[in-house]
């Protein structure tokens, strides 16, 4: 690099604390050049020796994408915390369960916590793969697609910017947006379990259940009618799937009629993804907030988790045990019994002479995985387990990450003040 361009790169480093203004240029790599042109000449010519528009952008788009997608999982734990905490206070609060929106068998508030927790775990983990295994490797050095002579020392490029490592694929580096596709597949996904958790809470809420009040910062009421608590907050999470599928989509539609290596057409797809991880990181602060303030109304649960029959399952069991039959007859006999009673539980279970259980009871024979509520204290505690271990990797991986942008600030400082 010419010493001519060593002034212009003290006031690059001043000027990039601002704003360099980019009207007029096809993009920010286009108006850097021009920038330091301006300032320095035809020394800035160096820039572009062995570097490509093409790498460049990917490398900007990972380095995007890494920040983003850190925010994103330190969201999500802080989701699986509150579902944690909540649920510990709420292992023997009845909730009945639901298959085909009908009752199906009595449960508790702390096993339904817990499987959101499990959800928002599962595409944590997910998560943390790709961004380690694909987001986190650079494409810095890849040239326009099949690299250059000059030959530039990736592994440090790497190491300056804080990437874990290098895309050794100069194609794959340059025109793969696959990182892309694999995170917005997941964030499609994680939108539609939180769609579904929130129209759970929205059925819940509604007069006709009452099985919760939610908290007055997430309901609206009507411009007309002084009596609606409208679930705003909750309204909103569940459209915002609707964004990422078609985010995903839209992505995926961009890229299937395009050659391998770099096209323009790819600089489309770069709002879906900064779009999307906004838009879920967004909806997951909606969701923690409103459920450490929910209250979910114990005594109502108590009555409905044995409504519907579902307590059916236990008898039909019963019967079994006790009656020398198989199951499958058991079934036959306490559905005939149902019609016949008029589908009520008690008065099938009178005529065939079994006794029907009681709640507790019910709850306390399930095993694991399910709502016992001793056993749900142990998988709370496993579940707490698994999230700070989580807490404790992102944390390192973020220092890490700071540490070498940290680190690539002061080595420029550095030359600019010396040179």
Known sequence: MGEETIPALKNLVRALRERIPLEGYEDVHEALESWLLNQSGEGAGWLAFGKSRNDQVATALRLKAKRSLIGLLWDLLKFRVVTLDRAKDLVETPLPLFTHMRPAQPSTVAHYLIYL????SAHWDILWEVLTREVDLSPLGSGPIAGSSVKLDR??????LGFSGVEDNTVYATGS?????LTLGVLASLATFLSRVAEDFIVWSSPQFGYLELPEEHVSTSSIMPHKRNPVTLEIVRAKAGELLGSLTASLTIQKGITSGYNLDLQEVNKH???SIDEVRSSLKVMSDLLSKITFRSEVLREEAIKGGTLAQDVAERLTKGGGM?????????ASALREAGWSLEEASRRLEVEMPKLEEVLKSRGRGGPNPELLKGAINARRRKTLDDIGRLGEYENRFRESLEGLIKEVEEVTRTS
Do not use: D, P, V
């Open 117 to 120: 927790e499990r959800e928002a």
């Open 155 to 160: 592994g440090r490029l790497a190491q300056l």
């Open 177 to 181: 947006r696959t990182f892309i596709n």
């Open 273 to 275: 993804l900064i779009n």
């Open 326 to 334: 198989t199951y499958r007859e058991a079934h036959s006999k306490l």
